[in-house]
């Protein structure tokens, strides 16, 4: 980019910065996030700059680019929520035995894992091995010491049975 370019470049980032915030601001209600937008586009600008300042009004590209970007913000917070919605675990008093789901809950995440497979989703080991990526030896071990640890938390005797 040559000298003059770049200062054509500094005048219109100057100028655009903060009515373009300002309107992505208003779209997305977080000061932050609106500046971050405001800079992609801006950058974007930069990108094409050789373009985008042949159009009669390159501040009228950046604010279109921004706005663009903070409505697929927008949409992916939105989706984000709904997945995130669906993506939330049932609920202790909706599980058959909310002291072993808890009790559950409080083991090491490769043995919760395990027992959530095994128990809960009546997988076998060599499948649950599968979906861990370890070894069947280990699925049984982190069984094995799931139960030590859930007998510990709820106050009863381990029984050891792994298909």
Not at 62 to 76: D, H, N, W
Not at 110 to 120: E, G, H, K, T
Request: hydrophobic content about 40%; aromatic content about 10%.
């Amino acid at each position: 980019m040559r000298a003059n370019e770049q200062r054509e470049y500094d005048w219109y980032f100057r100028a655009c910065f903060p009515p373009v915030s300002r309107t992505v601001f208003l779209m997305v209600h977080d000061r932050e996030l609106a500046e971050d937008i405001t800079q992609e586009a801006l950058y974007r600008m930069l990108r094409h700059w050789r373009t985008v300042s042949e159009y009669e009004r390159p501040e009228a590209w950046v604010r279109r680019v921004a706005i663009r970007i903070a409505v697929r913000e927008l949409q992916r917070r939105a989706a984000r929520v709904s997945k995130e919605r669906l993506g939330q675990p049932t609920s202790y008093d909706e599980l058959p035995d909310p002291d072993v789901a808890r009790a559950v809950a409080e083991l090491a995440p490769m043995q919760r894992a395990a027992v959530v497979l095994f128990y809960w989703e009546d997988r076998p080991v060599h499948e649950i091995a599968e979906v861990l990526a370890v070894s069947e030896s280990t699925v049984k071990q982190h069984l094995y010491r799931a139960r030590q640890r859930l007998a510990s938390l709820l106050g009863e005797g381990a029984n050891d049975h792994a298909r």
